[in-house]
Every structure is written in structure tokens, then in C-alpha cells.
């Protein structure tokens, strides 16, 4: 009985060695379902924990028809970690309607580390819903209203065009024809009078030789485009400076899509993330920037949606060159 129980707590002992101390843990949510409306972009954050002192790798699977997963299925958490995360990026689509439900499973699970070494751990095998709800008002009058789309030329129109040239061309050319053969006939008719009335010379004293008839000098009217008054080219000139001021606006974004640091402060602006950066210290922002990811960047790019701030963001990871493309952006507004 003695030996049993050594051999039992031999096999405790061997197999804790190759345990995986790790944990996965998410937000809130009530009934286990996020709300969200037609259109809209949301990310969820899954933050896995490694209590052990060796790393370990993990890896995510997603099962969703509207959720795709931010990097890689695998992850490597280093020891004694806890606060490295997994992001799912959810885009409700804009023909759901309110009522519809979308269903996103998660799969977390350890990988083995060796031959012969089966980590012991639970597989956290998740799902949550989307309940789709109504727009608020107040951000259905923030949105502007949609631009209709001009009008693309059709094939037809390609086709008739050389043909309408065409008919312009030899329509002229049998008016210069026609003018022409006009002007011949008057120039024989005036040559015929004139030799008539070199036969009827003897009774120039009797009848008044009528004075040549010679056709009219045609007018050539030219016109010219009274100028725009000034008021209009003013107006015309300040349209595309309007645009771009509007183009330049910062986008309004809603409190789900605020950026959260380890500190717990939450951004909703360029200018705000700009401020933080500056102040924040060397091991905060390594938190957010090192080699394996860029939280600011993809916040930039899926929130903000300025991927050409983003794509730069991606290519750096010095505080100085973050703050300098920042403040370049925030300059050019």
C-alpha cells in the first residue's frame, strides 16, 4: 500500500514539472453578448497570463462569420507575464438588421514543447454573442450625407462618339462642296453681264448702265464669354479648400473603440495618444511597441482609419520617430 502511494506522488511530481501555468481572461459582458449596430467596427481584447517562469506558446483559433484575428494563431508569452493580449477585430455588416445574433467561438490552448512533454493545462474553449441593435440618433446625424456617384460613361457611348465625329466631317465637307459650287455660279453670271453689256455699248447714251451687283461681304460675328463676376470664382476658388478642410476633421469615435493603457487611462483622439506618448516612460511604452507588435499603430489604423500614419507607425519603434510622425500628422491639419 506504502509502495502504491509513493508511485502516485512520484507521478504528481514528474508530470507538475511539465504543467503550463497560463490563464486567458476578457471583459465584461452581460448574458455573455456584445451590442452592436449595422456597420459598425469593434475589437475585442483577450489578455492571456503566464504564471510560470519559462514561456510558452499558444495558440488561437477563431470561428466567426464576422470576426477575423489581429496577427498570427500562434503567440509567444514570455514568464511571469500578464498582460499580453489577443485581439479579434468584429465588423458588423451594414444590411444586418436589428434582432440578428452572431455567434464567435475562441479556442486558446497550449502547444507542446518538446518531445515527450505534454503540457498540462486547460483549454479554454469560449464563445459570445453579437446581438445587433438600432443606430443611436446622435450618431445618425453625424454621419454626412452620401455623395451620389457621377455617372460612368458606357461602352455605348464610346462606341457612337467616332461615329458622330464622322458624320460632323462629312456634313462640313458637303457645305464647303455646296458653298463652293454656290460661288462659281455667281462668278458666271457676273461674267455673262459684262459681256452684254459690251454689245449694247451704242445705246449707252439712251439707257443708265445699272451698277455691278456684287454680293453682300458676310459678317463674321465673333462672340466672346462675358467674364464670371467675381463673387462665383471666389466661391469656386474656397469649394476645395472647404473639402479639404472637412477631409481633415477628426473623426468622432465611440467610448468601445478608446484606447486603454496599462495605467488605465482611456484616449479617443490623435492629440490625446500624441500627449500620453510624450509623457509616458521608457517600460510603458515598450509595453505597447516592441518588436512583436504595435498597439498604436493598429489602433490609428482600425479606429482612426489613417493608414498612411499607421503604415509609418508600423516601421518604428523608437519613441522619438513616434512622436515626430505623429506630430507631423497633427501639423498638416
Keep these: ?7 502516485y506522488i512520484l507521478a504528481i511530481i514528474l508530470l507538475s514539472s511539465n504543467v503550463v501555468s497560463f490563464g486567458v481572461s476578457y471583459q465584461y459582458m452581460e448574458n455573455n453578448s456584445i ?3 449595422p456597420g459598425q467596427n469593434y475589437m475585442f481584447r483577450l489578455t492571456i497570463q503566464n504564471k510560470d517562469e519559462n514561456p510558452v506558446r499558444v495558440n488561437v483559433s477563431l470561428d466567426s462569420a464576422i470576426a477575423t484575428l489581429e496577427g498570427g494563431p500562434e503567440l509567444e508569452i514570455p514568464g511571469k507575464t500578464y498582460d499580453e493580449y489577443v485581439e ?9 438588421q436589428p434582432g440578428d445574433v452572431y455567434n464567435v467561438n475562441y479556442l486558446v490552448s497550449p502547444v507542446g514543447r518538446g518531445e ?3 503540457p498540462i493545462a486547460v483549454r479554454y474553449d469560449r464563445n459570445f454573442k453579437i446581438a445587433v441593435v438600432e443606430k443611436p440618433k446622435e450618431l445618425q446625424e453625424q454621419e454626412p450625407a452620401p455623395v451620389p456617384e457621377e455617372p460612368k460613361p458606357g461602352i455605348l457611348k464610346w462606341i457612337f462618339l467616332p461615329i458622330i465625329l464622322i458624320i460632323i466631317i462629312v456634313v462640313a465637307i458637303l457645305l464647303w462642296n455646296k458653298s463652293h459650287q454656290m460661288s462659281g455660279k455667281i462668278m458666271r453670271k457676273e461674267s455673262g453681264l459684262s459681256t452684254q453689256r459690251k454689245e449694247i455699248k451704242p445705246l449707252q447714251a439712251i439707257r443708265h448702265e445699272p451698277e455691278p451687283i456684287t454680293p453682300p461681304t458676310p459678317v463674321i460675328r465673333t462672340y466672346q464669354r462675358p467674364e464670371q463676376p467675381q463673387p462665383v470664382k471666389q466661391m469656386q476658388e474656397a469649394a476645395p479648400v472647404k473639402k ?3 477631409a481633415r476633421q477628426e473623426k ?3 467610448s468601445h473603440h478608446y484606447f486603454h493603457l496599462r495605467n488605465g487611462k482611456s484616449l479617443k483622439s490623435l492629440e490625446e495618444l500624441y500627449s500620453e506618448i510624450k509623457a509616458m516612460n521608457h517600460e510603458e ?3 505597447h511597441v516592441n518588436h512583436s507588435k504595435n498597439d498604436f499603430a493598429n489602433w490609428v489604423l482600425h479606429v482612426l482609419e489613417k493608414p498612411v500614419l499607421a503604415g ?5 519603434t523608437t519613441k522619438q520617430e513616434t512622436l515626430e510622425l505623429i506630430k507631423n500628422e497633427l501639423d498638416q491639419r
Design 1 to 7: 500500500m506504502r509502495v502504491r502511494l509513493l508511485t
Design 35 to 37: 451590442k452592436l449596430y
Design 88 to 96: 479579434f477585430n468584429i465588423n458588423v455588416p451594414k444590411t444586418a
Design 116 to 118: 515527450g512533454q505534454v
Design 244 to 246: 479639404e478642410k472637412a
Design 252 to 254: 468622432i469615435i465611440s
Design 285 to 287: 511604452y515598450t509595453h
Design 312 to 316: 509609418q507607425l508600423f516601421k518604428t
